[in-house]
RNA sequence: GGCCCUAUCGUCUAAUGGUUAGGACGGAAGCUUCUCAAGCUUCAAAUCCGGGUUCGAUUCCCGGUAGGGCCA
């Protein structure tokens, strides 16, 4: 394969979404597999819906996944500008040559007329295409309605001819352009639509594989069509089958976030998913499902995408997660998970972060889990006094053990309150009251307030003694008031 | 409405013209000194339908059906 140069191409009318994201990624790792260059332009045509803090985030969430690119609007590149707003002389430049070749025309045809004739003939079960009537206008003609104002569009000379092309991932695709009819390149000289622009900056940047999502599969003739009118090179393209919703329409908002950047303040970590999407449409043909970016890079390949729509499961992304938290080392979890207690307002050290990061990291799924299962170390919620009471016990053994319990932690010096020194009293106790049950249930709820929790000893060290016995004695008060 | 794409457990997917159709997530059960989590073991769970081609089709072909996409 020669030099290999992608792009990803967002328009920024709306958040980063999980689709964008996965064809970003397709992009990354085909280009890094064939060290070529991967570019961000961002497609902002559409002035009144695209809008500054939709790049924003595009940019922080591509940025927060790892997915940096070679060219892109903030960092330039050998084909800037990479904003299509920035770009209108070359569109002009090119409307104007399909223009003077006679290859394009003005079409003033009304949006009432249009949209009629698209009634007309849908009814009649026939192609809702553009019926042609401003195709040839005699100059005269234009020139007139041009001077009297007259609202217009660019309209592109479809040749009624078929449009083959040979997708990397579906094979050898046809198309009649007679059933796409004329359509519009430019709202004016300078303001181009979507499939016209897409074509030209491919071609001025030197773009030359395409990946994109299947929903531009019926794009791709256009754009064809428009290459070789402008005596472009035919690129390569790929189409990306989509990522579903629950139901396997659209992804909609309650399938998921609306920004991956959601997915990070979820306490999703990048690597998860970027693991997560690759295998969304693809798989490396093993039973391997672990990748890094890097991975991936290697493993990758075109011909092992998927060609059907794939749907988005939460619980597949969280368990792939859940993996990534266990695999962390216990610093990098600890500066990930800090932030949520400092904003509940909780006072730690490092120390002790560590110590409960430890425990509950094969806990949590997402790192902001790590808030709710965790606050009990800090401040003890309140709690029904029932649930001190074992299943298979009474309230009397419950507090017999509590007592023999606090009694005994009472006794071991503060230096010394750990779970090598603490085990032993809790064996003697657990003999003593005839089962493990009797002594870890109630001793653990007293000291986490709530019905699961990690053990007790565990707990204890990391309370210390103080705070230990104080959270026994309030169970023991609980006790005595039912 | 037209055109296009797609079809394996609930979900993501593997496989091959001949397999007990494999794995993962989720679910169920069990084991692991109380609970949770993790780990381990086990179980349930799929080739859309109908025709061909073939000794044999989940796989190849055709037609349906369903879903999705684009055309505004």
Known sequence: ????????????????????????????????????????????????????????????????????????????????????????????KYTQKLLDENKAYYCFCSQEELEAQRADLISEGLAPIYSGK?????????????????????????????????????????????????????????IPLYNFAVVVDDFEMKITHIIRGEDHISNTPKQIALCEALDFPILQYAHLPLILGHDRSKMSKRDGATSIIEYKKQGFLPEAMINFMALLGWNPGTNKEIFSIKELEKEFSMERIQKSGAIFNIQKLESINAHYIKKMTLEKLADLCAPYFKKAGYKTNDEKLKKIIKLEQERIKKISDILEIAKFFFEPSDYL??????????????LATLKDVLKNFESVADNNFNIQNLKPILDILTEKHNGAGEVFWPLRVALSSQESSPPPLEIAEILDKKETLKRIKIAIDKLMQI
């Open 134 to 190: 401003c195709r040839n206008l005699s100059k005269e003609e234009i020139a007139e309605k041009l001077n009297g104002n007259n609202k217009y569009i660019i309209r592109f000379k479809m040749p009624g001819k078929k449009i083959f092309f040979d997708d990397m991932i579906r094979g050898n695709l046809e198309f009649d352009t007679e059933l796409v009819g004329d359509f519009a390149i430019a709202k004016n000289i300078g």
């Open 1 to 92: 394969m020669g030099v290999v140069r992608t792009r990803i191409a967002p328009s920024p009318t709306g958040f980063l979404h999980i689709g964008t994201a996965r064809t970003a990624l397709f992009n990354y790792i085909f280009t890094k597999k064939y060290q070529g260059q991967f570019v961000l332009r961002i497609e902002d045509t559409d002035i009144e819906r695209s809008d500054e803090k939709f790049e924003m985030d595009i940019i922080e969430g591509l940025k927060w996944l790892g997915l940096n690119w070679d060219e892109g609007p903030e960092i330039g590149g050998d084909y800037a500008p990479y904003r299509q707003s920035e770009r209108n002389y070359t569109y002009a």
């Open 385 to 398: 006094a029932e649930i001190l009471i074992w299943k298979k016990s009474n309230k009397e053994k419950a």
